[in-house]
Structure formats: structure tokens, C-alpha cells
């Protein structure tokens, strides 16, 4: 409901897209658990990345070289470089991206870790809501009554959830 009206609709793109966010909950699920079950070791999300890592690698490598590799091989900001003052600055940016993919990698195992990949999936929500608020004050981006009805469903999802879980926890530590 937030989009709606705002691009338009292909439907290989909505498979592909549907396709990943099931693929995402399945990858969420399994590492939660993997991580919470105590005998495998792995509650720690750097043991975590260290194990699952080069299985990703496996599979998106073929993809990256395939769509990017001549480019990014024949690109003079790369391999190609002329100023090596561009060169360091590009691979610092790339550096600071793999530093920051890291970092975000490494909270979502902390977190799948200590909760469930169902409190992760909600605080992505969040951050989606969060940027569609930061869109709407920082761009001035309109919303339509239908949008708005979208952000305040799952702004009360959100709180349904939290709230629920919180009367859950305070169930479990009262017995």
C-alpha cells in the first residue's frame, strides 16, 4: 500500500522480488536454528559468518562476474586506473560498504541469535517505515490517503507485535 500508484506493475519483477523475500524468511529461519541450538557452537555471529559466508560467496559470485565482471574489469577506476588517487578513493568506498555490510551481518545474527527471525523481519519493517518518514519530511515525497492507511497499518502491527511480546515475556518471568 505504500507504493501503490507509484511505479509500475511488471510481473517478472514481482516474482522476483516475491521469490527473494521467501528465499530471505527461509535463510532467516534456518539461521535461527542453527543459532540457538547450543550443541552446534554457533551462537556467536562472527562463527556464524565465518561458516555460512562461503556458501554466499559460491552463489553470488557466479552472478557478480557474470553482470559485472567485464565492466567492473574494464573500468579505469579500477584495474585500469590512470590516478591513483581515484583508485584509493573507490577501493575506500568499497572498503567502507564491506565494512558496513559486516557490521549489519553481524547484528542481524546477533539478533536472530538472542530473539527470533520473526522480531528481525519486524525491525526491517521499521526501517522501511523509518525511511518513508525521513522521504516524506527530508524530499517532501507526498503520501496518498492509501499510503498513509499502509503506514499506520503497520505502524500498529509493529506495536500489536512489540506489545504482545512484551506480555509474553512478562507471562514467562511471573511463573
Known amino acids: 500500500m505504500f507504493v501503490y500508484h507509484s511505479t509500475q506493475f511488471n510481473l517478472m519483477g514481482f516474482l522476483l522480488v516475491l521469490g527473494a523475500s521467501c528465499l530471505s524468511g527461509v535463510r532467516w529461519c534456518l539461521s535461527q536454528m542453527i543459532t540457538q541450538k547450543s550443541e552446534?557452537?554457533?551462537q556467536n555471529p562472527i562463527d556464524m559468518i565465518y561458516h555460512i559466508q562461503p556458501w554466499m560467496i559460491v552463489g553470488l559470485m557466479p552472478l557478480s562476474i557474470y553482470f559485472e565482471g567485464t565492466t567492473l574489469g574494464a573500468t579505469e577506476q579500477f584495474f585500469?586506473?590512470?590516478?591513483?588517487r581515484q583508485l584509493a578513493s573507490n577501493c575506500g568506498l568499497v572498503l567502507l560498504g564491506a565494512v558496513l555490510a559486516f557490521l549489519l551481518e553481524s547484528s542481524e545474527y546477533l539478533l536472530i541469535s538472542?530473539?527470533?527471525?520473526?522480531?528481525l523481519s519486524v525491525a526491517g519493517i521499521f526501517k522501511e517505515l523509518c525511511t518513508i518518514y525521513l522521504a516524506v519530511k527530508i524530499n517532501h515525497n507526498e503520501l496518498t490517503p492509501l499510503n498513509t492507511v499502509g503506514f499506520v497499518l503497520c505502524?500498529?502491527?509493529?506495536?500489536v507485535h512489540v506489545v504482545l511480546?512484551?506480555?509474553?515475556?512478562r507471562g514467562k518471568n511471573t511463573s
Do not use: F, V
Not at 585500469?80 to 591513483?84: A, H
Not at 538472542?114 to 522480531?119: D, H, I, M, Q
Not at 505502524?155 to 506495536?159: A, C, H, M, Q
Open 40 to 42: 552446534l557452537g554457533l
Open 80 to 84: 585500469r586506473y590512470s590516478d591513483l
Open 114 to 119: 538472542t530473539t527470533s527471525s520473526l522480531t
Open 155 to 159: 505502524l500498529l502491527g509493529i506495536t
Open 165 to 169: 511480546k512484551a506480555l509474553d515475556n
